[in-house]
């Protein structure tokens, strides 16, 4: 049986989608004497982060800034993160069901988001989907061989996967579940990280910025060289690299999903670590990439995820209705056909692939 693993480094299902260090040279290239730009990185979720500014007058030292980050970068990872068994997240995994648990504001924040872009992407986006990933050999602690799981083992998982079986009391701020199921904020918590410490370097008085964690990004204000951030989009051909098209934003964020970075295939059958909710087995469609431009990190992060599940044709037509700025890849034999919605024309450079 022949069996072809392609795990990523990281322990997150989303790899690096994006060419950050291109970008970075691209930031700070080009005609003309670029402003005073600081660069700062680190490690949180069990991948990166990296922040991009221009300090402005009065703005705070850059140790500050630094102090500043890491204080939003720790206060979601111990709030979200699955691989810390304190976590509020995993407290309430652990708690029973048929019980109501008291949360933070944030964290009901980020349920309730999560719960309405599962509902609008027609349950293919579904935050409680973590067994069946698990299942499929995606999760944490991969197993050393891939793979396919029994059909009564998947449908015995579908029994403990699914947002209907929540249920969130806003005033209360708290949540119950009416199965033992288990949340995991993987698709989201990285976008809500950029939102936080972008909202905290505005509150600062830093306005021209990029912060990315995991690949997910947020801008503001103008680059160092006084134009807009200018973000490359990668070709998903592994191991060839390559750019897809460039796109130039301000005051907005931006999120990738793909399926092309992390999958097995045995007998020459590719099993994606997408998995839809709905049928608990990896997707099965050209839809290999999705970048969203959103507002909110959060939302962008997402919708990238939910959009790659839904495949190309329901993709479009959702994110016609929901009015997104997506940029589509879809694969045809060995070629690459690309598409957006009118609502990402704007931000597409003259660099296209």
Not at 124 to 147: I, K, M, Q
Request: aromatic share 8%.
């Amino acid at each position: 049986m022949a069996d072809t693993r392609h795990r990523p480094s990281q322990s997150h299902s989303k790899g690096w989608l994006f060419c950050f260090w291109l970008l970075l040279a691209a930031v700070l290239a080009g005609c003309g004497r670029p402003a005073e730009v600081v660069q700062l990185a680190g490690g949180t979720m069990g991948t990166t982060w990296h922040a991009t500014y221009v300090p402005g007058p009065g703005a705070p030292g850059e140790a500050a800034v630094l102090q500043l980050i890491e204080a939003q970068l720790d206060a979601v990872n111990a709030s979200m993160s699955t691989y810390r068994p304190d976590s509020e997240i995993s407290r309430f995994n652990a708690a029973p069901a048929e019980t109501w648990v008291e949360v933070s504001a944030p964290f009901y924040a980020v349920l309730a988001t999560a719960l309405e872009v599962g509902r609008a992407s027609e349950g293919a986006y579904d935050v409680t989907v973590g067994p069946l990933v698990e299942l499929w050999g995606f999760g944490p602690g991969a197993p050393v061989e891939d793979s396919v799981p029994a059909a009564d083992e998947i449908e015995a998982l579908r029994d403990v996967v699914g947002q209907d079986k929540l249920r969130l009391d806003g005033e209360g701020v708290r949540v119950r579940k009416l199965a033992p199921l288990r949340l995991d904020f993987s698709s989201l918590a990285k976008g809500y990280a950029v939102d936080r410490v972008a909202d905290a370097l505005l509150e600062r008085g830093i306005g021209r910025f990029l912060v990315e964690v995991g690949g997910e990004m947020r801008v503001a204000g103008m680059s160092g060289r006084g134009d807009p951030w200018r973000v490359a989009i990668e070709q998903p051909d592994v191991g060839k690299g390559g750019i897809a098209a460039a796109v130039e934003l301000t005051d907005t964020s931006v999120a990738t999903s793909g399926d092309y970075r992390n999958f097995f295939e045995i007998d020459g059958r590719r099993y994606s670590h997408s998995i839809d909710p709905r049928t608990g087995r990896p997707v099965a469609h050209e839809l290999v990439s999705v970048t969203v431009v959103h507002p909110s990190a959060m939302l962008a992060d997402a919708w990238a995820t939910a959009l790659v599940v839904l495949g190309p044709e329901r993709a479009a037509a959702v994110a016609q209705q929901q009015g997104l700025a997506v940029y589509f890849i879809a694969s045809n034999g060995e070629e690459f056909i690309h598409s957006h919605t009118a609502a990402f024309e704007p931000y597409l450079s003259g660099d296209r692939a």
